[in-house]
């Protein structure tokens, strides 16, 4: 089969594989398209955890025809033993005759899928579209790659890089589109975390608004998934009655060493979780610690929704993967709040971006500029 062919019945794999990136974490979403004789016989993208991966949803829609057939896999199928059977073993029941997919697994426990295909006979190519395959599960390639997830920091400035008003007041900075969009970003996030200065500031509730969030034709449904909620609040001021508490769960992080009588004013809340963390020599809570914590809970994609310090601290410690800037066309003045804390001196100590995606959202333009480097 011509490279022309394969490559489009790839793409139509990342499609697919797109379709489920707001309810397969912590698995990757994964498209997969089965091919036979010129004819697409079968398509399929990942159901959430511990449903059907996309290899088994092809594989039912082709059923007996898929002997014979070729598979297009975003993601080298697995190879073991989880909360479903490994794909390998269901490709090489089905008689399938050939596996072409994107990206290597990452996962030590999910890998070895191609060289369990390749033992039973089957033909197997790698790589076509590896670059647009790991993009679409960053978060969770990078989380087996150097143990945490993709972090990225959300911020709405005015057009001079206010974030706020000097006296805290930043409602609204952009307008119902921009507010809409960061709701698909909330969605697709595992994690949302933000300090406990922004907890008071804004008694926020940090969930996916489902009135405002639209899915694109094809995605599932939310169904009531809320991604965890990230608290960092050292001495543990989050009041009872937080919005940030309630519809959904919450993790509250605090200092190690903290007095338990200081925890059990929101320690009997439902869905509130406490851990301690190591402080930072910076002061405040250890972020690299936090970022430990969150990967060992799976959680593959982290948003930061804060205030100008905790994005600047993530920068300063090169934790930062991604710096989402929704700009409003509006000033707010030269005593307005900054966009992130960081106290640089000299030039050379300026932190680089690199613009990765420019688009307009209604009256504003969401730009996403790429931090650090792979790892």
Known sequence: MSDRIDRAHMARALQLAARGRFHAA?????????VKDGVLIGEG??????GPHAEIEALRAAGDDARGATAYVTLEPCNHHGRTGPCSEALIDAGVARVVFALADPHPAAGGGAARLREAGIAVDSGLLEAEAKALVRGFWLRHRRGWGRVRAKLASSLDGRTAMASGESQWITGPAARADVQRLRAASGAIVCGIGTV???DC??????AEFAGSVGEAALNGRQPLRVVLDSELRTPPAARVLRGGDTLL???EGLAADATTAVARTDGVTLAALPASPAGGLDLHAMLKLLAAREVNEILVESGPRLAGALLAAGLLDELIVYQAPCLLGSAGRPLVDLPLERMA???PLALADQRRVGDDWRLTFTVTQDH
């Open 26 to 34: 912590p698995n990757p979403h994964v498209g997969c398209v089965l």
């Open 349 to 351: 100590d300026k932190v």
């Open 205 to 210: 509730s940090l969930t996916v608004r489902e």
């Open 45 to 50: 993208f990942s159901q959430p955890a511990g």
């Open 200 to 202: 008071l500031a804004d």
């Open 253 to 255: 992080l605090h200092r």
